[in-house]
């Protein structure tokens, strides 16, 4: 049964960091492209980064530079490194997992950047 479990989320203030993590099981892990989503309140989910089994990396405009998605396919973990966080960033932010046979998400975590 795969299942993705996201954590490191938390409150900080604009201008700080928070480094999330997404750690996988069930799963082959180093086949899977592996991304990150938030969702803010009243707005539907939007792609925040990806990054294929290549380890290819793509960002959405409103976070590069800033965000860095990475993974460890020893640790079956996926990383978001959030730097420079905006009061626009506060959502929740999901982890998603996808091969050829299938997507599974995460069950989320609270970012707030507020201060």
């Known amino acids: 049964q795969v299942q993705l479990v996201e954590s490191g989320g938390g409150l900080v203030q604009p201008g700080g960091s928070l480094r999330l993590s997404c750690a996988a099981s069930g799963m082959r892990f180093s086949i899977f492209a592996m991304g990150w989503y938030r969702q803010a309140p009243g707005k539907e989910r939007e792609l925040v980064a990806t990054i294929t089994s290549g380890s290819t990396t793509s960002y959405a405009d409103s976070v590069k530079g800033r965000f860095t998605i990475s993974r460890d396919n020893a640790m079956k973990t996926a990383y978001l490194q959030m730097n420079s966080l905006k009061p626009e960033d506060t959502a929740i932010y999901y982890c998603?997992?996808?091969?050829?046979?299938?997507?599974?998400w995460g069950q989320g975590t609270q970012v707030t950047v507020s201060s």
């Open positions: 998603k997992a996808k091969d050829a046979l299938g997507t599974f």
